[in-house]
């Protein structure tokens, strides 16, 4: 199922034909506010819901080294 | 070396001396000047009703090692305290159970859920990355994180690869996690399915003093430019465990079922039985776009399924609103909405066979959770940044199926959890 989503995501984003931003476009995308990570409150998230819920992981690796689940 | 710089590498020092010593002999060996990004936080985490209540200081630094090589430490010090749900449900007279050490034991009120207040915990975490170039268009990252509580242990290694393509406006990552924990749970690992009410001073139904668990992680990514103001990023991971999944610390009750004045009340309380392995799957999907007024939303959306019955979904929205000064307002919302576990169950009517796993720990259970948020991020005069976050956490379970019998028909079987966050983080 994975490859199928996986293929069909690939050809979607092709198919889009899509133009590719220079790097002198750049200047929005390189903002802090654009990081699909922040490096604290992510990681603080992450913690909390694995501790309270069954699911972890997706953005990043599962794993949670703590007790807490 | 003006004030500013003077306190910058002051802190330096001690960050590196802090995360084990390994941070300033690498800064001189690798020669840069490039000083330390650091950021400080602390975050409260606090349960309403006297329930989990956590302090999390962390500190974290970046530095350039050389040219497109960084290395990356965190250290976090978690202090947990408070009372938490066993999974047993209330019964119409007081219920005394065994603490975990099998030397005492507390009491609980008619009609009330049984908390457990013998949770109090501290974990040190650390862990480090480092990133290079390894060609041009492809960079790794490797990482080794470990922790300690005083009943866990973890250690982890990770690696990653990110190859940009098409002008660098997709980049597709690879990685792979393993993890291995050691559990040695005040008291011992309990006896699955047995008595937990033995009483305090008796020999309790133990059977082990540690147990282990190992986690294998495989994520792969593809980040997508859109436009010059549109980003996605999409990753299907998937995980696989081995080991202890149980918690030592969780019952299910026992309750009878046949008609009468106790129909309903718990006749034993038993500890529960996981499978010993766990095979997960998630998809993310996530959208950042920047608006011409440079405010910024950001959508993700998780899909997660496991051979333990759960589906998970999970949507995240943040909107930046920023002001002029380069500071910014944050307000976030999330639900979450879970499926139970097949082997979920609020309690077992005594004449059902007890089948070979079963657990009532509720965040295995039908649950939704909401958070509601605002985040505030300024921009001092220094270029440092200080932020502070509120977010109110609520979480709803229904009881499953066939619970409500008896004298547990009107009870509220499991309690709702409320619980605030509040976070402040200074980047230097």
């Known amino acids: 199922m994975y490859k199928k989503l996986l293929m069909f995501l690939l050809l979607s984003l092709s198919g889009c034909s899509l133009t590719p931003v220079q790097p002198w476009q750049r200047d929005t995308l390189a903002r802090p506010q654009m990081r699909p990570v922040h490096p604290v409150d992510t990681a603080f998230d992450d913690h909390i819901y694995f501790s309270k819920e069954a699911s972890s992981g997706g953005q990043s690796f599962a794993g949670g080294g703590c007790g807490c689940n | 070396m003006s004030e500013k710089k003077y306190i910058r590498k002051s802190l330096s020092t001690a960050t590196g001396l802090l995360l084990g010593g390994v941070a300033a002999p690498c800064a001189h060996a690798f020669g840069t000047d490039t000083p330390w990004e650091l950021n400080a936080a602390v975050l409260y ?12 200081p962390v500190i974290m630094g970046r530095k350039e090692l050389d040219d497109e090589e960084y290395l990356n430490l965190k250290l976090v010090v978690d202090s947990l305290t408070g009372a938490t749900p066993t999974g047993a449900v209330p019964s119409s007279h007081p219920q005394t159970f065994t603490r975990p050490s099998g030397k005492g034991s507390y009491t609980i009120a008619a009609g009330e859920v049984p908390l457990d207040d013998t949770f109090h915990d501290t974990r040190t975490a650390l862990s480090v990355d480092w990133e290079k170039a390894l060609t041009e268009m492809t960079r790794s990252t490797f990482g080794a994180n470990f922790s300690s509580e005083f009943d866990f242990q973890s250690l982890g290694l990770s690696a990653t690869i990110d190859h940009d393509l098409n002008q660098r406006n997709t980049t597709l990552t690879a990685g792979i996690a393993l993890e291995t924990d050691t559990l040695e749970p ?18 309790q139904n133990r059977r082990d003093s540690s147990e282990t668990r190992d986690q ?25 465990s081995d080991g202890y999944h149980s918690d030592p610390f969780k019952f299910i009750s026992i309750v009878q079922d046949a008609s009468g004045p106790n129909q309903g009340e718990p006749l034993d309380n038993i500890y529960e039985n996981r499978p010993d392995s766990r095979s997960k799957s998630s998809f993310f999907w996530k959208t950042l776009h920047s608006f011409t007024s440079e405010d ?4 993700s959306y998780r899909y997660l399924t496991d051979d333990w019955g759960i589906k998970s979904h999970t949507m995240d929205l943040r909107y930046t609103w920023m002001l002029d000064s380069g500071s910014y307002w944050q307000p976030h919302l999330r639900f979450y909405k879970q499926e139970a576990a097949d082997f979920y169950r609020t309690l077992l009517p005594q004449s059902e066979t007890v ?22 991020s300024q921009m001092l005069a220094s270029e ?21 019998i008896g004298s547990q028909a009107g009870r509220q079987l499991i309690l709702d959890t409320e619980a605030s966050i509040l976070q402040f983080t200074y980047t230097f």
Do not use: C, W
Request: proline share 6%.
């Open chain 2, 45 to 56: 985490y606090g349960e309403s009703d006297g329930r989990v209540q956590a302090l999390e």
């Open chain 2, 186 to 203: 005040e008291g011992g690992i309990p006896l699955e399915l047995a008595s937990a009410m033995v009483p305090a001073g008796k020999p």
């Open chain 2, 216 to 240: 294998i992680d495989l994520l792969l990514g593809l980040t997508q430019v859109i436009n010059e103001r549109t980003l996605m990023q999409f990753n299907i991971s998937h995980s696989e």
């Open chain 2, 296 to 299: 910024v939303i950001d959508f």
């Open chain 2, 355 to 376: 089948p070979e796993f079963i657990s009532a720990d509720y965040r295995l259970g039908d649950l939704a959770s909401t958070t509601v948020g605002i985040k505030y």
């Open chain 2, 384 to 404: 440092n940044l200080i932020e502070f976050r509120l977010e109110l956490l609520t979480q709803t379970n229904d009881p499953s199926p066939g619970s409500r």
